[in-house]
């Protein structure tokens, strides 16, 4: 009987694992580091190796597992191929046959923000709602759709990749998918890392970013909550984008609710009021309390 | 049996008007002026007159008649209601029921541009496809969302309504919307005449549009076709806009086609290589070629 599955996200600098009731009860989670060294060869190898030494650490019966799911970060289609993930530096790779053979479990694959937003819908944030735009703020910023209770995958597969959204025509920089002044380069963790850093080396300010070595998303978000001037003026440029950006999104689709997940939304409510403040301000006057 | 039916566009400046075989057949057309005095309480008696004029000089039977379709540019709820649609000047109005009345036929409304990509999705530009953005450019900016051959109305009637995207950060004139730097005040008829009449404001250069003393989007673009310099400016500013903010559009919701209509469209090829080629540069790579 199926008692047990396995989910799995795939990022560009953590997996995040957990060992899940089929219920959705969460009875684990622990993270492994993203070795993205020789195209990311090592990604499955090491997702298959974990869940069998978790198998075995838990005691568990492979009968009473039902399967793996897995979230990567790059179009998915329906097969459960790639064709290509610029954050795992992959080409084609085929992640239900090769990840079911090294683990001998059924696995299915989707596109990391999508499977995000469909948990959100059935345990999180969007419990309870038909129509949502779930954006996910981690190493990349990733997008899911979901109307009428569907994942809107796309003609392409591309349906929520709303990190790829143009927001900025003064970026020079080139985002991983060719393009610049992408929501992804100024939204993300590494985005909001880099718009601190630019900061920091324009004036002298006093900062208590400047501590660090490497500021992080964490590092700034902790720091507005210390109620420090710079970091305060990062949040905000970090909230303009994204919460000018999902007023856009906001009036295409239309949804019931925005659900914002990922690692950077530790952070918390500080976050939420950066972003909610310009949604509003460019918000179409029916979807302003979305 | 039902043989005919009448189509009708209400516009901010003109009401379009068709009769129709059911089976899409385009038996006659004509236009009457939209009336917007005494906030719009003309326009539906308007409608209903042309509509018996023709009945009577068709010599129709009116058990011959399946309806009258009708698009409103504002938001349609499913019982055929407006709130408010700020281009007519209306508050509230019940087109189904006061239509009906003064016509005595089956009446069915919805949003312009939702009902113009269900049109286009029949029998124009979206034949045979599931997926589409429609862009109506008229006298605003509308937009209609069709995915797996369903129109995305959205949690507030607002699916859709792409012309209020905020698309320029430096516009400070209000929007009807009462946004500031939407696309429908960059993109539409109006637009597109302010964005010629700043441009002809600012220099002394020599244009045929300077000629007119009302310059409008057919002024403008039959000076593109013409090789007019300043003309050409105001058509790239146009297409940069509107190619770009489709970019974001189908980075949401990824679609088969995208489909372009409305008056400004009457201008032709030449509209479309001004926007295509700012989609194909900021769009996502899968989307590129949409």
Known sequence: MDKYCFGIDVGGTTIKCGLFGVDGEVLDKWEIRTRLEENGKYILPDVADTILAKTAEKHLDRDEIAGVGIGIPGPVNAAGEVQVAVNLYWGYVNVVKELGELTGLKVKAGNDANVAALGELWQGGGAGYQDMIMVTLGTGVGGG??????????????????????????????????????????????????????LLDSCDTPSVMREYKNVS?????????????LAIQVAEQFGNYLGKALAVF?????????????????????????????????????CRTT
Do not use: W
């Not at 998303?217 to 001037?229: H, I, L, R």
């Open 217 to 229: 998303a964490k590092t700034v978000f902790d720091a507005v909550k210390e109620g420090d001037a």
């Open 145 to 198: 759709i979901i109307l009428g209770g569907q994942i809107v995958a796309g003609a392409h597969g591309a349906g929520g990749e709303i990190g790829h959204a143009h927001v900025d025509d003064t970026m020079t920089a080139a985002c991983n998918c060719g393009g610049h002044g992408c929501l992804e380069q100024l939204a993300s963790a590494t985005g909001i890392a880099k718009l601190a850093r630019k």
């Open 250 to 286: 906001a009036v295409v689709v239309d949804p019931q609710i925005i659900v914002i997940g990922g690692g950077v939304s530790k952070a918390g409510p500080v976050l939420l009021d950066y972003v909610t403040k310009p949604f509003r301000e460019y918000a179409f006057p029916s």
